[in-house]
């Protein structure tokens, strides 16, 4: 026997609206209190004026969490031209995904219309909506509040408050998910994740955002699927990648993403570098660049997007450069030439705007400079003006037994007193006898200084200003 689901019907048609279950205003924890000024401001008018309107996403979800929202959405039954005519403030954004952003200040209410399901067969191109072998490229046709609730990512995000009496509307499950701690696609994951494939990341992201599980069903499909997070624009794999790894939890997201084969199609570089042979030590690497964003996050310190992927794609740069020195090239443009390819590579999955990939390679560039400390050159590296995000690095390096502790010490107390330059140890302090010559073995790992560095290398400020 198959089972008909209330999607299916609302599909068909042969069902305009789905009995959801109404949690009344004294069932739940949301109070008006807790919503900002603005968005209240936005539901009252569109009701005023007739319309359907309910907080949405992310805003009922955390608050009813206890959380503090990130931001406020709105879903109403007004199309985007009609939010328009209610709001001077009003900008109608997108292309794929029409919306309309409603501006106070810094503040942006998002205001979407409900959306209607897609229709059960695979290539439509109707104008308004757009499905390419089975993913939706746009998506502008309009529906009801039960198929606007069902064609969400998550249960727990297709909760919606009603401004008109308070109550929240749950058409997935959703109240039930977020009291059990629980991600889970509404619908068939295979289909929701072909739809959209960076539903993959969002999972990963919401379960160590809230501390929830991603529920076996919806987790299952993601390692045999997640190379298709391969072909997804690389501007949006940005915005998500910064979402996952600078947002406090950065190093268990590194982790959850391996686990479930999801880094591999964002970094496939890095993961290269990862598997291979004698790499053991670029994990801790990684994790101790990732825990000290992290840890800036969690002090209110600045991080950027720099110095982070500066050091994601470290290995992948290092393996490069040491294939071209063992082709006969010298250390120092093959270092160069490593940068440029890796960086131009990674591009085509994540699109590292200007700003944040030029200082990354600055950071990497500036790596040998640190082993030439005679003469004027070691005042010269301290006035440039990313010498602290590339110190930085270096003790990042050092703690990877990828540069010696003698250097950083030296460069610590350099930097203390630099009118008076501590004394160099003889043979101390080349970064490139590692591995030189012989991809993958034989990594030397530097101990003269003992474990650990002192400075918070986990993104600083400079490297991305
Ligand atoms: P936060 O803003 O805290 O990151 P959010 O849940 O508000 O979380 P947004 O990306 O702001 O996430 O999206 C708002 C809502 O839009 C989501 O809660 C979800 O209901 C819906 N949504 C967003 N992206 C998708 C998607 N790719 N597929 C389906 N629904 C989505
Ligand atoms: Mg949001």
Redesign the pocket.
């Known amino acids: 026997m198959v089972a008909i689901t209330s999607e299916d019907c609302l599909r068909q048609g042969t069902l305009t609206e789905v009995e959801p279950t109404i949690i009344p205003r004294d069932a739940h924890p949301i109070s008006r209190r807790d919503i900002s000024d603005n968005a209240l401001k936005v539901l009252y008018r569109l009701r005023k004026a007739g319309y359907q309107a309910y907080m949405?996403?992310?805003?009922v979800?955390?608050l009813s969490l206890g959380r503090e929202?990130?931001?406020f959405?709105v879903a109403t039954d007004a199309h985007p031209e009609e939010v328009a005519q209610l709001f001077r403030n009003c900008r109608l954004i997108g292309r794929r995904f029409r919306l309309a952003h409603v501006h106070f200040g810094p503040e942006i209410i998002e205001v979407a219309t409900f959306r209607a399901l897609p229709p059960p067969d695979d290539d439509v191109a109707e104008g308004e909506r757009v499905i390419d072998n089975g993913r939706i490229v746009r998506d502008n046709v309009y529906g009801t509040l039960a198929e606007d609730a069902l064609?969400?990512?998550f249960t727990v995000?297709?909760l919606y408050y009603n401004i008109a009496d308070f109550s929240v509307v749950d058409h997935a499950g959703g109240m039930e998910d977020l009291q059990g701690g629980v991600i889970r696609l509404i619908g068939d994951p295979r289909e929701r994740y072909q739809e959209?494939p960076?539903?993959m990341l969002?999972a990963v992201r919401f379960a160590l955002?809230l501390g929830f599980r991603i529920h076996p069903e919806t987790a299952a499909p993601l390692p045999e699927m997640a190379s298709a997070l391969a072909d997804m624009p690389a501007a949006r794999l940005f915005d998500e990648a910064l979402?996952l790894f600078m947002a406090g939890t950065g190093l268990s997201a590194f982790e959850m993403l391996r686990h479930y084969g999801l880094f591999e199609p964002l970094m496939p570089l890095t993961a290269e570098a990862l598997a291979e042979e004698g790499s053991e030590d670029w994990i801790p690497f990684i994790a101790a660049a990732l825990r000290n964003t992290d840890e800036r996050v969690s002090a209110d310190k600045p991080v950027t997007p720099a110095f982070l992927f500066a050091a994601l794609l470290w290995p992948a740069v290092r393996r490069r450069e040491a294939e071209l020195v063992e082709a006969g090239e010298a250390q120092v443009p093959a270092l160069q030439r490593a940068s440029s390819e890796i960086q131009a590579l990674q591009q085509s999955r994540i699109a590292l705007p200007k700003r944040f990939s030029i200082p990354m390679r600055e950071v990497w560039t500036l790596q040998p400079r640190f082993e030439r400390r005679g003469g004027k050159r070691a005042r010269r590296l301290l006035g440039h003006p990313r010498f602290r995000a590339a110190y930085d690095f270096l003790e990042l390096r050092a703690q990877a037994g990828d540069a010696s502790q003698e250097l950083v010490q030296w460069w610590r107390d350099f930097q203390d007193q630099p009118e008076k330059p501590p004394s160099q140890k003889k043979g101390s302090g080349s970064s490139s006898r590692r591995r030189r010559g012989s991809r993958g073995r034989g990594r030397a790992r530097a101990k003269d200084g003992g474990e650990g560095g002192a400075g918070d290398g986990g993104g600083s400020p400079e490297a991305g200003s």
């Not at 949405?56 to 805003?59: E, F, L, T, Y």
Request: no cysteine; aromatic share 0%; hydrophobic share 15%.
């Open positions: 949405v996403g992310g805003g979800r955390d929202p990130k931001d959405d064609r969400r990512d995000n297709a959209d960076v539903r969002r955002k979402k």
